[in-house]
């Protein structure tokens, strides 16, 4: 089982390049884009978005069909909550008492599209972007908080971290569902009382193995002489070049498309 959030893939791309505070800034303005797009020219904006960071960022095509596989139950699941519950006008289908309108139908699939969107939007930015540049660009948009004697750096550090554990954790279920496979527990079953309780033998092997890594992490620091953000320099100084800009603009052009779809299309 592999999800996109939390990995990162080797490239010298101009998104690989740019500096992580920009991706931050950038994707965020993304998510708020998404979330906004009210039609579906706005999404196919969108969608052009992603698709030229992915080709940008050199991203093979399977990888990213196979991030939004974890999400196809969730995604089912709010389609079908939005037919059976979103009432519209124009009634489009009607099954003994259940009536499904145009519009519940339309607003599924918006649904869905921005659920999608919005997860390889996100994905974008730790596919590109390392674990101790997240870190930095964090700490670096954090750094006003400072003033208040906030922890930046250790609230930076600490969500990288819970970042880059993702893919682990998902991979280690992954091993873990194989193993009780073996064992013959039916993970398949469509009674949903037997399925929840083939779930329950995975939660103490993962909370063991989650306990383990942390403590491998935490004695990996500690050798390293980590001591919190007091005191630490950076090997390499966060800049913004050419590249911020020109994403910043591409950017502000998605922002402006989604815009004036919503208000005129």
């Known amino acids: 089982m592999k999800i996109a959030i939390g990995q990162y893939v080797p490239g010298t791309s101009a998104l690989h390049k740019a500096d992580p505070r920009t991706k931050f800034i950038l994707t965020f303005a993304y998510m708020v884009a998404v ?3 009210d039609n579906f020219v706005a999404y196919l904006a969108a969608a052009l978005y992603a698709a030229a960071a992915y080709l940008c960022a050199r991203i093979q095509i399977g990888k990213i069909l196979r991030s939004l596989r974890p999400l196809l139950i969730m995604m089912i699941i709010t389609a079908v909550l939005n037919l059976f519950f979103y009432h519209g006008s124009t009634v489009w289908l009607e ?28 994905s974008v930015l730790t596919y590109t972007t390392t674990s101790v540049m997240l ?3 964090l700490e670096s948009l954090m ?55 083939s779930y329950i033998p995975i939660l103490i092997p993962l909370f063991i193995s989650a306990w383990r890594k942390a403590e491998e992490l935490a004695t990996a620091m500690n050798a390293r002489c980590y001591r919190g953000g007091a005191g630490r320099t950076k090997f ?25 779809a919503n208000k005129f299309v």
């Open 35 to 37: 979330m906004i797009a």
């Open 95 to 122: 099954i003994w008492k259940i009536t499904i309108y145009k519009e519940s139908v339309l607003f599924a699939v918006k649904m869905v599209l921005r659920i999608i969107l919005l997860v390889l939007g996100s």
């Open 135 to 137: 870190t930095d660009g």
């Open 143 to 197: 750094s006003p908080l400072k003033k208040i004697h906030f922890p930046v750096h250790e609230i930076a550090m600490m969500m990288s971290i819970a970042l880059r554990f993702i893919p682990t954790f998902m991979d280690e279920t992954d091993r873990i569902m194989k193993a009780q496979m073996a064992r013959g527990s039916d993970f398949d079953s469509k009674n949903l009382i037997n399925k929840i309780k």
């Open 236 to 260: 390499k100084l966060l800049k913004f070049t050419y590249i911020d800009l020109i994403l910043a603009i591409i950017t502000v052009i998605l922002f402006v498309a989604v815009v004036f």
